[in-house]
């Protein structure tokens, strides 16, 4: 099983300010089959990324996937106010099960 | 329009079960695979079962393999899990999302397992 390992665990930052956040997988994620997901208080969670770098449908370019192998990074270049959530990253590459990292609050400072 | 609407969550004993559905719209069923994720109150995401397009294929998590069972009636455009030999620590909303990695998501169905 891949583990994945997100850092840090919450970011305090400030709308405009850029956010970087970290997913470290235990081993190879294959073909880049990695994706971002957002969650606020409530929701179901919404796919920000998919492949490690291609945008979903209606995300705004200020979300940008990057990486492979085992480090894969999500910067959000200008925080807006409807940034501040929950989110985690996932792989679905190879063989099953395909986990979830644990997540990372990103909260108003 | 995607929607996914998912139902049947309920308060159910330990040992229990309960069948798991989700309805689809907007897209035909049989052209996607599908997931069932779950959330346990103030915790992450936990993939917990998936099925090929065809239902062919089915994958599952180690902690509901051989008690959950995942199937399809494309007929119908619903997403089903079956859930068996319930315990406490299946307590979670559990979300139907549509593809291997979810590119849409349910609102989610609470499952609450306790005496």
């Known amino acids: 099983e891949i583990v994945l390992t997100q850092s840090p665990g919450t970011l305090s930052l400030s709308p405009g300010e850029r956010a970087t956040l970290s997913c470290r997988a235990s081993?190879?994620?294959?073909?880049?089959?990695l994706a971002w997901f957002q969650q606020k208080p409530g929701q179901a969670p919404r796919l920000l990324i998919y492949g490690a770098s291609s945008r979903a449908t209606g995300i705004p370019d200020r979300f940008s996937g990057s990486g492979s192998g085992t480090d894969f990074t999500l910067t959000i270049t200008r925080l807006e106010p409807e940034d501040f959530a929950v989110y985690y990253c996932q792989q679905y590459g190879g063989s099953p099960p395909w986990t979830f990292g644990q997540g990372t609050k990103v909260e108003i400072k | 329009e995607v929607q996914l609407l998912e139902s049947g969550g309920d308060l159910v004993q330990p040992g229990g079960s309960l069948r798991l559905s989700c309805a689809a719209s907007g897209f035909a069923l049989s052209n996607y695979a599908m997931s069932w994720v779950r959330q346990a109150p103030g915790k992450g995401l936990e993939w917990v079962a998936a099925i090929s397009g065809s239902g062919g294929n089915t994958y599952y998590a180690d902690s509901v393999k051989g008690r959950f069972t995942i199937s399809r009636d494309n007929s119908k455009n619903t997403l089903y899990l079956q859930v068996n030999s319930l315990r406490a620590e299946d307590t979670a909303k559990y979300y139907c999302?549509?593809?291997?990695?979810?590119?849409?998501w349910g609102q989610g169905t609470l499952v609450t397992v306790s005496s």
């Open positions: 999302a549509r593809g291997w990695y979810g590119a849409y």
């Open positions: 081993q190879s994620v294959s073909s880049s089959y």
